[in-house]
């Protein structure tokens, strides 16, 4: 059976669909002309997704039952913080009462996983809390199933990269950071630090001017100069907020999967923050079967498949 695996980023659809280690389908679909379909102006979002969903299956002749969902994180909540080392059955609890401080709205309005990692030495546990609202998980929920899909899986977009160092076999330990920017696809950028693969800290950086709205395809390619400085501005917020979470856990180096014609100048960049840096190619991992893998949605700690 076919795998399908759909990404709703804050600009673009993305469906892709395999077949055993093989890439069928592949199709882009811009935001804005999902939320611009000729319907009536009042129809709600869901019946407009719904729509674009089945065109593209219909279009591109994508057979599935069964999807796995990858989302940015303007639809969840990821978080990180510490805990000291407690009892399994009583650290459920203390990280429910913990990511209180870190939710906007009720406990009770959202899906929730954690995993957390022990550091020996201090005995203390790094948390990595994820949430999601539950009336944004009812509403993709719902509109596949008005297509006749069940989602079997759920994954943050910016944990997806994180394969990528496995499928290119980079096996780095210690702290390093993942840089994930497509300035031709206009899609979000992502800054990820690890510690020995566990997730410290994670942050999307939106590289429009304004708040996060659909941009056009042409925008990022007329100007992707103006993106790379908000990406090197963004960055340097990103270190220096985590750098004051974590004064003693120096970052080693920087992977980035970024556009080859920009790399020279981003590392250049890195360079003068003291901060190796080094480049990841995006094609080979579309050889390597990233975009299969990522469709199958593996299970790992960062989903929230069980709570489907």
């Known amino acids: 059976m076919n795998k399908l695996g759909v990404y709703f980023g804050p600009n673009f659809i993305n469906f892709t669909e395999t077949k055993g ?41 994508m057979e599935a039952k069964e999807v796995s969902l990858v989302l940015s994180g303007r639809d969840l909540i990821i978080r990180s913080f510490e805990m000291p080392d407690l009892p399994k059955e009583e650290l459920v609890n203390a990280v429910r009462f913990e990511a209180k401080k870190y939710i906007p709205f009720k406990a009770e309005e959202i899906v929730s996983d954690f995993q957390a990692q022990i550091e020996r030495s201090s005995r203390i546990n790094n948390i990595l809390f994820m949430g999601l609202k539950k009336d944004i998980l009812e509403r993709y929920l719902n509109v596949f199933k008005q297509v006749n899909i069940k989602v079997r899986r759920l994954e943050y977009s910016g944990f997806s990269i994180i394969r990528g160092l496995k499928l290119l076999r980079v096996k780095e330990s210690g702290i390093i950071g993942i ?7 206009g899609d979000d950028a992502n800054f990820i630090v690890l510690e020995n693969g566990f997730p410290l800290f994670s942050r999307d950086i939106n590289l429009a001017s304004g708040p996060t709205v659909p941009i056009e395809r042409d925008d990022f390619q007329a100007q992707p100069e103006a993106f790379l400085d908000k990406l090197k501005s963004e960055m340097r917020i990103s270190l220096d907020y985590y750098q004051r979470k974590f004064p003693d856990k120096r970052i080693q180096r920087v992977f980035s999967f970024v556009n080859h014609d920009y790399y020279q100048e981003l590392e250049s960049y890195m360079s003068e923050l003291s901060i190796s840096s080094k480049l990841l190619d995006f094609n080979k991992l579309i050889d390597m079967d990233l975009i299969e893998r990522k469709a199958k949605g593996k299970a790992t700690y960062y989903q929230l498949k069980e709570k489907l």
């Open 21 to 61: 280690k093989k890439l069928i389908n592949n199709v882009q679909v811009p935001f804005f002309e999902a939320l611009d379909i000729e319907l009536e102006e009042k129809v709600p979002l869901e019946i407009k997704l719904v729509a674009v969903i089945n065109e593209t299956l219909r279009t591109n002749k």
């Open 179 to 185: 840089l994930s920017a497509d300035f031709f696809g």
